[in-house]
């Protein structure tokens, strides 16, 4: 099952980095609805707290590498605004 699969990759990311988990691209277009499935297999896993693993579905459709990489620059013009205008 597909799923399980899923699941077992995100819990090894889990344990192995202890990070949160974002999945997007293509694939976040399609798990939304699954997303409850997904935590109860990673939450029936006896090394992983219920409470402490974050997952999130990145749904953003288009060119998301352009958008995180305007970020950086959006970000940039905001504190140089401030750290003139003082607001």
Known sequence: ??????????INVK?????DIIIGGPL?????????????RINEHPALHPN?????????EGN???IGAAIIF??????????ITGE
Do not use: F, H, W
């Open 1 to 10: 099952d597909y799923l399980d699969y899923l699941s077992q990759g995100i």
């Open 15 to 19: 344990q192995g980095l202890d990070l």
């Open 64 to 66: 998301v590498m352009s």
């Open 28 to 40: 976040g277009l399609y798990l939304e609805n699954y997303l409850p499935d997904i935590m109860r």
């Open 52 to 60: 402490y693993t974050n997952i999130y579905i990145d749904n953003v």
């Open 74 to 83: 959006v970000e940039r013009l905001i504190t140089a605004k401030i750290a």
